[in-house]
């Protein structure tokens, strides 16, 4: 991870003469999924009325998604809170991978873009299911008559939408690709103060720098820094969801 010589994800898997290449990234976004979805389906399963430790927190987690949802967007759009759930668990652990050795997932910036595709989609979605095609066409064109807005609020209006997704990968990325940028500096100077004292200072041969030395800002960028930022994509995607849904009626889901 702390290489300056690999700053990109790593190629593991090449099909077809180079022509299909499986990421680092990919390898351990699919690795994570499948441990998420694992450990869901078996805290989920044999529930009781009598609530064991496992369901107690499996039953807290759950609780503090649909909370957090129904605060921000509001009760009649709490049928979104799996999927606001399931990106703020899936980055927060992709985030964090740092801690193990691994490259963060969101250091990628095709992950981080293709999950502000996906936010883009369910948001566009979700906006033409509300309004109606007629309707978020209409919408673009406000405050002014169609025939105004059409020339003047509807180019702006589309330029706002495909900055959206934009924004939300790049914050993300630039963000924790920053912080993997950093310690990378850091561990190399590091190391290369270590190699000079330990030809005069034989107990440099030990990485001791390395060892202590980066632990603060370790805590700081694999620790806090993905719980930040995994909170920020997720409340801005909630943010931009609700913006673009009309409430037709208190308790209405959509």
């Not at 030990?206 to 603060?216: K, M, S, T, Y």
């Not at 620790?223 to 909630?238: D, G, K, N, R, S």
């Not at 969801?241 to 409430?247: D, L």
């Amino acid at each position: 991870m702390h290489d300056l010589n690999n700053i990109g994800p790593r190629i593991i898997l090449s099909f077809n003469e180079g022509k299909v290449i499986v990421t680092e990234s990919v390898l351990m976004g699919m690795i994570l999924a499948a441990l998420i979805a694992a450990v869901c389906l078996w805290m989920a399963s044999g529930l009781k009325k009598q609530p064991s430790k496992k369901q107690v927190v499996a039953e807290f987690i759950v609780e503090s998604i649909y909370s957090m949802t129904k605060k921000t967007m509001g009760a009649h759009n709490i049928n979104f809170a799996p999927y606001i759930g399931t990106i703020f668990i899936f980055i927060i652990l992709g985030n964090m991978l740092g801690l193990y050795g691994f490259r963060p997932l969101t250091a990628d910036v095709n992950t981080t873009f293709a999950l502000a595709t996906l936010t883009f989609v369910l948001i566009q979605y979700n906006s033409i299911k509300s309004m109606g095609l007629k309707g978020k066409l209409m919408h673009m064109c406000e405050p002014f008559p169609w025939y105004i807005g059409m020339f003047t609020m509807f180019p702006l209006k589309v330029i706002d939408m495909i900055s959206q997704p934009i924004s939300l990968g790049f914050r993300l990325f630039g963000n924790i690709f920053g912080g993997v940028m950093v310690m990378a500096l850091l561990f190399t100077a590091l190391g290369g103060a270590c190699h000079m004292l330990a030809e005069t200072i034989p107990v440099f041969h030990i990485p001791l720098l390395e060892a202590v030395i980066p632990l603060p800002a370790n805590i700081f960028f694999d620790v806090f820094e993905p719980i930040v930022q995994a909170y920020i994509f997720t409340m801005l995607t909630m943010v931009f969801i609700s913006m673009e849904i009309i409430k037709h009626g208190e308790g209405e889901h959509h």
